[in-house]
């Protein structure tokens, strides 16, 4: 077997985490200064490009409904549309939606959605799963944001039995005579699913059910300790299968590569030799992938990808 049918064996979310190791990957849109508005036929080329550079994943966000209350003011597409696309367009990255809103999404319509995904980009979906947290959205779609941390892991059970192997539809309602239902197309494995944030529910819980936790970036010292909880869960409740930890970051990739790295909102603004320092203490502290958002970036995200693919991704994807 070749080398590349070896790596293409190897299930999607072991090419992403991995034990000791640590991945980067790119949230899309990816829009320098002051773009609001996306094409997304360029972001499509950019994920090729990205694909080619030998980034590890794609995240695409999930944002329903825009509104002036709301501090995001980018169009994001449908992300199921987005990632079947992507799925068409690329041809070894993980497609991760980061994260579906499970609470305001009917579970099976979710679980189509993935297993569609999975097989048109030929096993190369995450499903990450979110609760959303925007209360006046909650409304508009009929729920109850009181109720989003039960109605998350009753979801989280449909979407799970949908995505095993073999699957599994559990419907609301069962009328008396109900066929029994499936989904196809049939997938020769699970889809694996991640939690996007915590959902309401507790590290123990998703260190059960989930491959792994990905959270938002803090200051080392905070993430240090928010990692160490993660590991004593995992080890407690995980039956001792690998989970990962990973962080969605903001980056402003500076001209010099020297500069050091400075705190900016929810991430840094450094160059990428600094970069590097900083990726190998968050891989030394327990992190396992990091997802970069160029969002604003004051360098074209072009440029930024193909300076992080020559600097950066060598040391930690190794050559």
């Not at 499509?44 to 003011?73: I, K, M, T």
């Not at 705190?263 to 900083?278: E, K, N």
Request: glycine share 8%; hydrophobic share 40%; net charge negative.
């Amino acid at each position: 077997m070749s080398s590349n049918a070896e790596r293409d064996a190897v299930p999607i979310e072991a090419r992403v985490f991995e034990p000791d190791r640590l991945s980067v990957g790119l949230v899309l849109p990816l829009l320098g200064k002051g773009e609001i508005v996306a094409d997304f036929g360029q972001q499509l080329a950019l994920a090729e490009h990205a694909d080619a550079l030998g980034f590890r994943a794609l995240w695409v966000r999930d944002v329903p409904l825009n509104s002036d209350a709301y501090p995001d003011p980018v169009g994001h597409l449908d992300p199921w549309v987005l990632l079947g696309a992507l799925a068409a367009r690329t041809r070894r990255i993980a497609l991760v939606s980061g994260a579906v809103v499970l609470t305001l999404r009917h579970p099976l319509h979710i679980a189509k959605g993935a297993i569609s995904v999975s097989d048109l980009s030929g096993g190369r979906f995450i499903l990450g799963l979110g609760s959303g947290d925007r209360p006046p959205e909650y409304a508009a779609f009929g729920q109850d944001t009181e109720a989003r941390r039960d109605l998350f892991r009753s979801h989280w059970e449909t979407v799970a039995a949908a995505l095993d192997h073999p699957s599994r539809v559990v419907p609301d309602v069962r009328a008396d005579d109900a066929p029994e239902f499936y989904l196809l197309p049939r997938l020769p494995g699970p889809v694996p699913m991640m939690a996007v944030g915590s959902g309401g529910q507790s590290v123990g819980w998703i260190a059960r059910h989930a491959i792994g936790w990905m959270t938002y970036h803090r200051d080392p010292d905070a993430q240090r300790d928010r990692y160490r909880m993660w590991r004593n869960a995992a080890e407690r409740w995980s039956g001792g299968r690998f989970r990962a930890f990973g962080v969605a970051t903001r980056l402003e990739l500076c001209d010099r590569r020297d500069e050091p790295p400075v705190p900016i909102h929810l991430g840094y603004r450094t160059g990428a030799r600094a970069l590097v320092d900083l990726l190998e203490a968050m891989r030394d502290a327990g992190t396992h992938h990091v997802a970069f958002n160029l969002t604003d970036s004051p360098r074209p995200p072009r440029e930024v990808m193909e300076e992080l693919a020559r600097d950066v991704l060598p040391v930690m994807h190794g050559s």
